[in-house]
């Protein structure tokens, strides 16, 4: 998702030797028309507009993520990620930018529209964050089947209903053709699941592990990130643990023995919300999770960071709910 001066290079390169084809072809074609010379001057100056067509095409999102980031990261934007965001609260300074960074990248590329929702740049905030937790570990990751996120006023049912009675109890689904994933996430839930942050349910979190899970083309419980020489051993973890009956203190969410999908998503929410008890709990799981998302997520949030950062409030400063009116306007007064 990010992109530097080094890496910008690498794309340009890489797009100038794809480009160089249809060149190529242009001067041999050129060559063959010799004997006609103004028909082969117009096939060699076609082949070189492809070229060059070529070239702006293959480094274009290379060269608008590059503008991108050399603008600074919105203030308010930082500031609901420390009230809100525990997890990057614990990261040191410079991950804390690379973090910024991508969740500058998502909210540029990834439309976030609300159905009966009134979109507020806490709830962008949050689906971005969301999304950016689980890559963390992956320098170059890229959504690739992800077109857009869907903020609904409620739970909802299969029919993607928020008003559908008992059945309503959707907090957040993946939906959509293999290569149109759109994330679907119950607003409400998705701000509840910011508010503690070692309660082991994040529905953000879960949703986009489901994504990271369809990097390789299908949400089958084995992450699209997961190392070959990995794979089986992860399986016959997942199989294990499914089938075991346990209960209690220690137990994973029953919800997590639904299908090998579901036992990856669930307990990548125990990953990054309270990885102390699942370390403590189920030594093997997050190990195995670890590698997955080549995050230290027990030795990143200690207990003493597990608090948010939640500065006092001043009267005229924004209000933290992102409406992006002054706090004395929007939620003070529902306060008093």
């Known amino acids: 998702m990010l992109v530097d001066a080094q890496r910008f290079s690498e794309i340009r390169a890489q797009s100038l030797r794809l480009a160089a ?7 041999v074609i050129a060559a063959l028309l010799r004997q006609t010379p103004f028909a082969a001057m117009a096939v060699a100056v076609t082949g070189a507009l492809l070229a060059f067509a070529c070239y702006r ?23 609901l990620l420390e009230q809100h965001v525990a997890y990057y609260n614990c990261l040191e300074p410079a991950d804390q930018t690379r973090f910024c960074r991508l969740v500058q990248v998502f909210l540029d590329e990834t439309p976030i529209a609300g159905v009966d929702v009134t979109v507020t740049d806490l709830h962008r905030v949050l689906v971005a964050a969301s999304a950016v937790i689980p890559i963390m570990g992956f320098p170059r990751w890229e959504y690739e089947y992800l077109s857009e996120v869907l903020l609904y006023p409620a739970t909802f049912n299969s029919d993607y209903q928020a008003e559908g009675g008992e059945d309503a109890r959707i907090l957040g689904m993946v939906h959509g053709a293999l290569n149109n994933g759109v994330v679907i996430l119950s607003a409400p839930a998705l701000v509840a699941g910011f508010a503690n942050p070692h309660d082991r349910r994040n529905v953000g979190i879960h949703e986009f592990a489901h994504m990271v899970d369809k990097r390789d083309g299908s949400i089958d419980g084995v ?7 990995l794979i089986a051993p992860w399986r016959s973890l997942m199989q294990e643990k499914i089938a075991e009956k346990s209960a209690g203190r220690g137990a994973i ?8 999908q579901e036992f990856l998503a669930v307990t990548t ?3 990054f919300e ?7 709990d189920h030594p093997r799981v997050y190990a195995k999770l670890a590698k997955i998302y080549r995050q230290d997520t027990l030795g990143l949030l200690d207990e003493e960071y597990r608090l948010l950062r939640r500065k006092q409030l001043g009267r005229n400063d924004p209000c933290p709910c992102g409406s992006g009116d002054k706090y004395k306007r929007c939620c003070l007064p529902k306060r008093q």
């Open 253 to 260: 969410d029953p919800y997590s023995k639904t299908n090998d």
């Open 57 to 79: 095409l293959f480094t274009a999102k290379a060269r608008r993520r590059l503008l991108l980031l050399r603008q600074p990261f919105p203030a308010p934007y930082r500031a």
């Open 274 to 280: 309270n990885p102390q008890r699942l370390a403590e």
């Open 223 to 229: 992450a699209g990130a997961l190392p070959a020489d």
């Open 21 to 27: 084809l249809p060149l190529a072809v242009g001067l």
């Open 269 to 271: 929410e125990y990953f």
